[in-house]
Nanobody, 121 residues
């Protein structure tokens, strides 16, 4: 069974920074695709950033130039560096990964429990 544990959320003033972490554990051979989503009250969950194992990344237009997704494949950990935070970044942030399981080499899609990010004006 795969577990994703997120950390790094909290309360920050507008213009500040936070770094979210997502550590995957369990019978994992590797992480194929890693992504961060967010969901604000009353809104649908939306993709924030995505990174493939091959190094490709893509971002929501609203966070381009401010957020950076990265991964440490040796540690099965994914990060989201968030700079120049704005009040409209306030949401619960979720880690999502497609992992390759061992020994079966099958794929599994996994979600973290979510971490709250609140940006005050």
């Amino acid at each position: 069974q795969v577990q994703l544990v997120e950390s790094g959320g909290g309360l920050v003033q507008a213009g500040g920074s936070l770094r979210l972490s997502c550590a995957a554990s369990g019978s994992i051979r590797s992480i194929n695709v890693a992504a961060w989503y967010r969901q604000a009250p009353g809104n649908q969950r939306e993709l924030v950033a995505r990174a493939t194992r091959g190094g490709s990344t893509n971002y929501a237009d609203s966070v381009k130039g401010r957020f950076t997704i990265s991964r440490d494949d040796a540690k099965n950990t994914v990060y989201l560096q968030m700079n120049s935070l704005r009040p409209d970044d306030t949401a619960v942030y979720y880690c999502n990964t497609e992992v390759i399981l061992r020994p079966s080499l099958t794929y599994e899609n996994c979600w973290g429990q979510g971490t709250q990010v609140t940006v005050s004006s």
